[in-house]
């Protein structure tokens, strides 16, 4: 709007001077531009005439005018806010871990039941003969059993019964050719046998309930017997001549004839059945454990 009305101004001043200027050329007669050009006053005002000689445009609305662009105002940065004592949060108190619980451990298994155990040296077992040795049946080197009379017990449980069969070997055996002869008999353990095992021994024979016993047969010594009695039956009549005399001799006969069989007998020793034998482990004997 405003350049609008200083436009219109502009015009109506170079219209009034250009009036001016030909009213005073006719006034002046034929020397106009002498005239225009002294005049330093119309020249000043024409020269600033044309400097404002912008013409309206013939439009209905008036140009907008362009607003002119505001000024960019940098806003500054808000100053910081103070910064405030922060109030320590307080830390939760970490709680300790908890150790994993330790498994149970598993149970050991059971150790396995011993299958063998020992009776040990020293340990002494007694025995009964199952059947009669003599010194005149026998010879070094033969065997014969005879049966445990009680049980003996070692380590581990392990046990020989009262039972078992323990099998003896001859170790010497002699027999008395008269009565004043020596006659012996001696035998050692060899084994053991337990339900079918058989376990070899070491052992000292401790003492055998031994007997003597006269070798010959009662025919024999018989046959002695009367012949002693006959002799002295003789003897009796020869030397007394009557019946008392003769018995007296066949008396004394029979008893010269029965110190004549004690003194020409054999004699053997003999272990009788069911005699002890008690013996003495030399070393252990490791057995098996019944299940």
Known sequence: MRQYTRGARSSWT?????????GAAACGGGSGDDALAGDDALGRDLALAGQDSTQPALQDVPAAETPAPAPVVETPAPAPAPARPSTPRPRPTPTPAQPAPTPAPAPAPA??????????????????????????????????????????????????????????????????????D??????????????????????????????????ASKGTDAKKVAGGAILGAIAGQILGKDTK??????????????????????FDTCLNSGSAITVTLGSPVTVKIAG
Do not use: H, W
Request: proline share 3%.
């Open 14 to 22: 170079v219209m009034g001077a250009f009036a001016l200027a030909l």
């Open 111 to 180: 150790p396995a039941a011993p299958t063998e155990g020992a009776i040990a040296a020293g340990t002494t077992m007694r025995f009964a003969t199952n059947t009669q040795v003599c010194t005149g049946a026998t010879n070094v080197g033969d065997k014969f059993t005879a049966r445990l009379s009680s049980a003996v017990e070692g380590a581990n449980g392990a046990t020989i019964p009262a039972g078992a069969t323990g099998t003896f070997e001859v170790v010497t055996a002699k027999r008395a050719q008269n009565q004043n």
């Open 182 to 215: 020596e006659t012996f008999l001696t035998v050692r353990l060899v084994s053991v046998t337990v339900d079918g095992n058989v376990y070899p021994v070491v052992a000292t024979t401790e003492s055998a309930a031994t007997t003597k016993v006269r070798a």
């Open 245 to 266: 005399s003769t018995v007296v001799g066949a008396a004394a006969g029979a008893a010269a004839g029965t110190a004549a069989a004690m003194g020409t007998a054999d």
